[in-house]
Structures are given as structure tokens and as C-alpha cells.
């Protein structure tokens, strides 16, 4: 049950990411709302849960949407795995942890990506993206993270 | 802390073959693909209905708002329209005689007139919510006759090309994409070039190996030169709004901003006949 739970919140999450959020832009950046629930399962159960479910929403995200196939999947995995070392690491309740670890968890992923992207075709400059999108993205997903983090957690998926 | 470890070592074998994995698959779909796998296709005609259903309400629910948030406006805008329709059949009429003369001129020098695309509308239901990359899904497919690399347009002008096609939907890339570039000409000075996607970072293009004695200048429009071979000529791209000098001082180069609104984009025309220059 539990496991069917997860699938449909990512399923959810995935329709409305391409769809309703990605219509909604602040300073051209779009809220990552798959990343904000992979660092929330990775801060309450772990790099274990945290990576197979960011395999799981990167994947479904590049199939829906992506050009190359695995590049969010590789990203929000990796992110997913290093939150997860936080787990006893830090107060559960405190909800200034996931609005930290989210802002940071956007820089990592985005930099996972722009680091992949440079052995395909890109040639951006990763400072000038932070300057222009990166961290306008980070604060965004993290000032939406403890909402989407507490019914997580009080939901106990 | 012995326990630790192995707890975390089947973790880490799991991560390495999901990272190789990934990676692979990321090199495999690096490649331009004719056709997509069967896992794609039943993930997209999963997701596809309910892409269909957020966006058609999402819609509606926007058309809704904005009704009524302009209802007080409507009646000054109406006052405005009228007069301007006023004008623009003036403007018709004489554009009409141009045309006539224009047809008659074509005729004299042998020239095709030119050609009417095929075209297929669709929605777009989705678009990429990430930084790096600008696509859309659009509602057609296969089905009705969508192939990789046809062109995609608007009303305003060219809105990017067909990557990835499944039965009743297809991925398009933006022409404001990292991965794109056009092949255009200056409508006033017949001057060619080549118009460079600089991704989510940049609404702009970049209008590249401009000659360095071409006469571009700010507010010139420019339209596809259909050298590509996938873009048909003639379509509107951009106008220019900045012009410098390029590479080593060899070419020049311009910022070019798109003719399409892309944060507005709603319904689009996938131009579904060959691409056939007609000059």
C-alpha cells in the first residue's frame, strides 16, 4: 500500500510538474515540485528511499518531457542518495531543514546535470547559470520544500 | 559501525548500476532517434490523457479569470477595435493591390508562387519544467500524420521542430533550445545567417556568421532561409535587437527576439508536407 501511495504522488507530481507548475514562472524558473518530494523522502527515510525514488521521478520526468533519457533520473538519484545522510543527522520536526537541504539539494542537482550536459553538446557556463537561474530556482523550491515536506511527514509515507 | 557498512554496501552497488545505467541511457537518447521505445510509448499514452485533462482545465480556468478581470476594459477595447479594423481594411485594400501586382511580377520572372503548407493543429499539453532545456508535448502524433523533424509553427512564426514522435502525442524542440539552430535570411537585406537557441538562460537567439559587410540593424525581421532542409523558407523567426561583432572579427552577429511568444504558447500548426524551396 504504502509503495502504491508513493507511485501515485509521483505520478501526480510528474502531471502536474509539465503541466499546471510548469505554466507558472517566477524570474523564469519553474518549481521543482519531483526534487522537493525526493529530498523530503530522503530526509525522513534515507538514502535508500531517497535515491530509488529519485531514479524513479527523474525517469518518468525525462520520458514525459526530457530529450535525453536519465539525465533528471541521474541527478535527482544522486541528490536523493547524499540528503540521505542527513536522516539522523538532523531534527525531523524542524522545518527549517528541508528549506535548507532543498536549497542546496537544487544547486547539487542542477549541477549534475550541467556537468552530464558538458559531455553531450553544452557549453554554459555553470557560474552564469547560477547567477541568472540557479539560485532564483533553489530559493523558490526551497520556500515551497516545508509545506510539501510536512505532509509528507505527517502523512508517514 | 560494522553494521553501518553493510547496511551501506548493497546501497552503493544499487547506485553505481542505477548511475551506469542512467548514463547510458542518457548517451543512447543523446542521438537523434527515429522512433521511440515501447517503454516511452506506453508511459506517454499513460500520462498523455491526464497532460490532456490538467491542461484543458487549466485553460478554461484562465480563460475564465481573465474574462472577468477584463470585462470593465472590454467596452474601451471595443471602441479601439472598431477604429482599427476601420484602418485595417484600408490597409487590406491597398495590401491586396500589392499582391495582385506582386503575383502578376512573379509571373513575368517565372517564379513559384508561394507554397501553402499542409497544416495540422494540435495543443500543447505539456512543456519541460527545467532549466536546462525548452520543449513542449504537443496533443497529435503518429496517428495524424507527425513525423520527426517537421516544422512547428504559429500565426506569429516558426516555434521549433519535431524530435520524438509517439501515436497521438510528440515532443518539440523550442527554437530558444540550446540544441537548436536555424538557417534564416533578413527579409530586407536578403542577408543569411544562422539563428542559435541559448536555452532557458536566454529569451533571445543568437543570429550567427552574419557577413561582416551585411547591412543588419536593430528592428529587422528575419524568416527561415529553409537551407536546413527541415524549416521551411519564408516563416518569420525574430527580429534583431542588437548587432555586434562576431568571432575574431570575421562575422557578425545579432540578438535576435523570437516573433513567438513561448510563455503563451497554447495551440500550434505542425507543417506536415515535405520541406520544398520555392526559390
Known amino acids: 500500500m504504502r509503495y502504491f501511495k508513493i507511485c501515485l504522488l509521483l505520478f501526480v507530481a510528474a502531471v502536474l510538474q ?12 519553474q518549481i521543482d515540485l519531483l526534487l ?36 533528471h533520473a541521474v541527478s535527482r538519484m544522486l541528490v536523493g542518495y547524499l540528503i540521505g545522510f542527513l536522516e539522523h543527522k538532523v531534527f525531523k520536526e524542524n522545518l527549517i ?61 | 559501525m560494522s553494521l553501518a557498512r553493510f547496511y551501506r554496501k548493497p546501497i552503493f552497488i544499487i547506485l553505481l548500476i542505477l548511475l551506469v545505467g542512467g548514463l547510458t541511457l ?55 477595435l472598431k477604429a482599427e479594423n476601420e ?41 519541460d519544467p527545467s532549466n536546462w532545456f525548452s520543449q513542449i508535448v504537443i496533443n497529435k502524433g503518429r496517428r495524424e500524420g507527425i513525423g520527426s523533424n517537421m516544422a512547428v509553427v504559429t500565426n506569429e512564426g516558426i516555434v ?11 515532443k518539440v524542440m523550442l527554437i530558444t533550445d540550446n540544441g537548436s539552430s536555424i538557417g534564416i535570411r533578413s527579409r530586407r537585406t536578403r542577408d543569411l545567417g544562422v539563428a542559435k537557441g541559448q536555452g532557458e ?30 524549416i521551411p523558407e519564408g516563416i518569420v523567426v525574430g527580429s534583431v535587437t542588437e548587432v555586434e561583432e562576431g568571432y575574431l572579427g570575421l562575422t557578425k552577429r545579432a540578438k535576435l527576439e ?7 504558447l497554447e495551440e500550434v500548426f505542425v507543417i506536415i508536407d515535405p520541406v520544398t524551396n520555392s526559390e
Not at chain 1, 47 to 56: A, D, E, L, N, P
Not at chain 2, 38 to 54: C, D, H, K, M
Not at chain 2, 258 to 264: E, G, I, L, Q, T
Open chain 1, 97 to 157: 531543514v528541508p528549506f535548507l537541504t532543498t536549497f542546496a539539494a537544487t544547486i547539487i542537482s542542477e549541477f549534475i546535470i550541467w556537468f552530464i550536459g558538458l559531455f553531450l553538446f553544452w557549453h554554459y557556463s555553470f557560474l552564469n547559470a547560477v547567477r541568472q537561474l540557479v539560485l532564483t530556482a533553489a530559493l523558490i523550491n526551497a520556500i515551497l520544500a516545508p509545506f510539501v515536506y510536512n505532509r509528507i511527514y505527517k502523512a508517514k509515507l
Open chain 2, 160 to 170: 521549433g521542430r519535431v524530435i520524438e514522435v509517439t501515436n497521438d502525442s510528440a
Open chain 2, 258 to 264: 523570437p516573433a513567438v511568444d513561448f510563455s503563451k
Open chain 2, 201 to 230: 538562460q536566454s529569451k533571445f537567439l543568437l543570429l550567427d556568421y552574419l557577413a561582416l559587410e551585411s547591412d543588419v540593424r536593430p528592428g529587422d525581421v528575419f524568416v527561415s532561409s529553409g537551407l536546413g532542409g527541415v
Open chain 1, 36 to 71: 522537493i518530494i525526493v529530498i523530503s523522502f530522503s530526509l525522513l527515510n534515507g538514502s535508500k528511499t531517497g535515491m530509488t525514488i529519485g531514479f524513479f521521478a527523474g525517469l518518468i520526468q525525462d520520458i514525459l518531457i526530457g530529450r535525453f533519457i536519465g539525465i
Open chain 2, 26 to 80: 542518457v548517451r543512447f537518447t543523446a542521438q537523434e532517434r527515429t522512433s521511440t521505445t515501447l517503454i516511452e510509448q506506453s508511459v506517454n499514452a499513460l500520462f498523455s490523457p491526464l497532460q490532456r485533462g490538467v491542461t484543458f482545465v487549466q485553460n478554461k480556468l484562465e480563460e475564465t479569470f481573465s474574462f472577468f478581470g477584463r470585462i470593465i476594459s472590454l467596452k474601451k477595447e471595443n471602441e479601439q
Open chain 1, 18 to 29: 509539465c503541466t499546471l507548475l510548469a505554466r507558472l514562472t517566477f524570474f523564469s524558473t
Open chain 2, 87 to 127: 484602418r485595417l481594411k484600408a490597409a487590406n485594400n491597398r495590401l491586396r493591390q500589392l499582391e495582385e501586382e506582386n503575383w502578376r511580377l512573379r509571373k513575368l520572372l517565372f517564379m513559384a508562387e508561394n507554397v501553402e503548407h499542409k497544416m495540422v493543429p494540435a495543443k500543447v499539453i505539456a512543456r
